[in-house]
């Protein structure tokens, strides 16, 4: 996704305390930095001991603090300085210590000294848990964990999975690349906060026989992003994909089908267990009468095999029809060729939804940017032609004023 810019203007505090997870502090600075942010990095002395300072100045542009008596600074107040300068602070990794000292409010040391120091409500404090799987399942750290989420910070993990000490389970640090995700997220407006959204996303997969099928050029990409952009927003997600090679958005529940029956099949259940429907999935219009359980082999006389079809259900209008109390709002996607808003128009009055939103379908499959029209009763609206998180994000935002607006 074209999203290089995400955090320009944006100034985080990078913290990191005592880990192995300290090497992955290099990238995800280099990232941060690649995204448009500036990066202050503030190590604990623990820290210095896994990787330099020198590095991450180098990568961050920066002179590292480590140290509350830094005299470098006119007024001497390292914690407060750095605290008023940030957007956010970010601690990765964040040790079982660390997390105890941020548990107890100690300040005996710069980084939790300006953990305690920053102003709170204008400055996010977001920690990326980092330890064995012991010292995470421990009653003290959990019991610290849930402590400082409930004085307002934002846990970030941790993962399962392979740890430095060559045992396996929770307590790895995210990825750098998942933690920027969650940095991007946290600077996006919750207009969803409290709702849910359900997205079909991508082609269908319409199986001749067990090796030839029938598809489109659908990527995914477009409903990939407006699951992204929700969940950024706040809310609960579920995107039930066709098959596509993408990556699932942080924090969204995913559900993988192949043919159009299976993704109405797996729509179906979930559509009264959400408040918004959006419809992005390039479904087939048509399936084999009868896929075979074999391969269909060449006859030798010259003859192809005579395919017969049969209509796909619509499952747009389908969810649209369900009865009042079970029928999320309902957004669907128009890609034509040519008339875009006509046929935008007819296919808002033929599905029974209030919005739909049309693009270029031939010009924007597999490509990462787009332009949308949204088409309602009301009207057309043109968003500015971007990249499809940028125009995913308008698309929510627009969801969530007609939602705010409307009696459900
Ligand atoms: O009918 P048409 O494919 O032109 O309409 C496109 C809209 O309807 C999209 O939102 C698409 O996801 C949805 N659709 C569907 N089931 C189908 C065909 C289209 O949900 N069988």
């Not at 940030?86 to 300006?114: C, K, M, N, T, Y």
Request: aromatic content about 4%; glycine content about 8%.
């Amino acid at each position: 996704m074209s999203e290089t810019l995400a955090l320009q203007g944006r100034h985080i505090v990078l913290g990191l305390s005592g880990g192995v997870a300290c090497y992955k502090a290099a990238e995800l600075t280099r990232l941060l930095v690649k995204a448009g942010a500036t990066v202050q990095v503030v190590m604990t002395e623990a820290a210095t001991r896994f990787i330099t300072p020198v590095t991450l100045q180098a990568l961050s542009g920066r002179a590292v603090h480590t140290d509350q008596w830094d005299a470098r600074e006119p007024n001497n107040m390292p914690h407060i300085n750095l605290s008023r300068q940030a957007d956010a602070v970010l601690i990765a990794p964040a040790s079982a210590d660390f997390i105890a000292r941020l548990a107890q409010g100690r300040a005996d040391e710069l980084l939790s000294l300006l953990c305690l120091a920053r102003p709170a409500e204008r400055c996010a404090l977001l920690v990326a848990p980092a330890m064995n799987r012991e010292m995470w399942a421990h009653p003290a750290t959990q019991r610290n964990t849930a402590q400082i989420a409930a004085d307002g910070a934002h846990v970030l993990g941790p993962a399962a999975g392979d740890q430095a000490c060559g045992e396996v389970g929770d307590g790895r640090m995210l990825e750098p690349a998942e933690l920027l995700d969650e940095l991007i997220a946290h600077f996006q407006p919750k207009l969803l906060a409290g709702r849910s959204m359900l997205v079909t996303a991508g082609p269908t997969f319409e199986a001749i026989d067990p090796v030839r099928g029938i598809t489109n050029l659908s990527s995914g990409k477009m409903g990939f992003a407006i699951a992204r952009a929700a969940a950024e927003a706040g809310a609960q997600v579920t995107l039930v994909a066709g098959p596509v090679q993408l990556p699932t958005p942080r924090g969204v529940h995913r559900i993988d089908v192949q043919s159009a029956q299976q993704m109405l099949d797996a729509v179906l259940p979930q559509a009264p267990r959400h408040q918004v429907f959006v419809a992005t999935a390039a479904v087939a219009d048509w399936r084999p009468a009868q896929a075979q359980a074999q391969k269909i082999k060449k006859d030798g006389s010259g003859q192809p095999p005579a395919l017969a079809f049969i209509e796909n259900p619509d499952i747009l209008a389908t969810v649209a029809r369900l009865p009042t109390g079970q029928r999320p709002w309902c957004v669907g996607f128009a890609a034509e060729s040519h008339d875009i808003v006509a046929h935008a128009r007819q296919k808002l009055a033929r599905k029974g939804v209030p919005l739909i939103v049309a693009n270029n379908g031939p010009a924007t499959f597999g490509r990462d940017d787009n332009q949308l029209v949204l088409v309602d009763a009301q009207g057309e609206h043109a968003l500015p032609p971007g990249d499809k998180l940028t125009l995913a994000r308008q698309l929510v935002a627009e969801i969530a004023r007609r939602m705010a607006g409307s009696a459900e």
